[in-house]
């Protein structure tokens, strides 16, 4: 197992270097952009972020790091709260399709799940504002309170913004489980565990379900850590659409007042959190199913 997390590590380190330099060459082709050689300047960067130093930011002058940190704080139980959600959501829509497979309501789930993959997150946005925040008056439209000055306000901020991040989440995971627990009900029929079950008293539905919901989840977790970091990458439209100060808001202001080092630094932030959602997602993997250890690749 120590081996297989150092590879996994090792791994998501490079992957993140090379996406980090990627950004620094390109971002170095900014008019505004000094004339110091560019591996010296990337070398001197990237050991001040890793110190936590991402330097000033013109626009705000203000330490780059204080401004990802702030933003931070919005983005990331935003994240957070539409996994939750798309979890919640999602499982339970997938099993239901599995059990009804053929039937009508698997039809009508199908069809929900592709709409709900397809809406744009503006869109189903400003529905919900239209909905929830202008007619019933039950949650604030847009804006966001610090969770110092009120937590709960905090939060009452950000669920709106989470069902809509979490939609297109959830019916990826519809469809994820619907098909694993599918195939897995089909391989248990067909198992010796189903006459060992039945040996054991449980009747052939509790066995199928024991061991279909089991094996499903195991390719259904695979996807959590893709799709965790998807939701984090989304989340700078679902930013913009409630007025949330996250780093979405922020690579947009620093984008349009060429503040380079916001963007690096802002950037650099949003890559480390998917790349460890990855990583989390594959050691739970491996947790789960031991295989998963042995398994070649990087």
């Not at 060459?25 to 010296?40: M, R, Y």
């Not at 809406?119 to 504002?129: A, Q």
């Not at 966001?144 to 937590?151: D, M």
């Not at 089991?214 to 390719?219: F, I, K, S, T, V």
Request: charged content about 15%; aromatic content about 8%; hydrophobic content about 60%.
């Amino acid at each position: 197992m120590i081996g297989f997390v150092l590879k996994r590590v090792a791994g998501l380190a490079i992957t993140l270097l090379l996406a980090i330099l990627v950004v620094f060459l390109v971002l170095d082709f900014l008019p505004d952009a000094d004339t110091a050689p560019v591996w010296q300047r990337f070398a001197g960067w990237l050991g001040g972020a890793l110190l936590g130093d991402f330097g000033t930011s013109a626009m705000a002058n203000a330490p780059v790091g204080a401004l990802i940190a702030e933003r931070m704080a919005v983005t990331l139980p935003l994240a957070v709260a539409a996994m939750l959600l798309a979890v919640a959501i999602g499982l339970p829509l997938g099993v239901l399709a599995a059990w009804k497979r053929g039937a009508p309501a698997d039809r009508v789930l199908h069809g929900a799940t592709l709409i709900a993959a397809g809406v744009p997150g503006f869109w189903f946005g400003m529905l919900l504002v239209l909905l929830v925040s202008a007619q019933l008056r039950w949650l604030p439209s847009g804006g966001f309170v610090p969770w110092g000055q009120n937590p709960a306000g905090a939060a009452a901020s950000l669920i709106l913004p989470a069902f809509t991040l979490a939609l297109p989440g959830a019916a990826i995971l519809a469809r994820a489980m619907r098909d694993a627990m599918v195939d897995a009900m089909v391989d248990a029929k067909a198992a010796d565990f189903i006459r060992t079950a039945q040996i054991k008293g449980l009747s052939l539905r509790q066995a199928i379900w024991k061991r279909g919901l089991r094996n499903a989840l195991l390719p259904v977790l695979a996807i959590t850590g893709p799709l965790f970091a998807l939701l984090i990458a989304t989340s700078i439209v679902v930013e913009n659409v409630f007025y949330l100060p996250g780093l979405g808001r922020l690579i947009l202001a620093a984008v349009a007042e060429r503040d380079a080092l916001v963007i690096r630094g802002t950037l650099l932030a949003l890559m480390a959190s998917m790349s460890c959602a990855l990583l989390m997602a594959d050691l739970l993997g491996a947790w789960a199913d031991p295989r998963l250890r042995t398994r070649s690749g990087p």
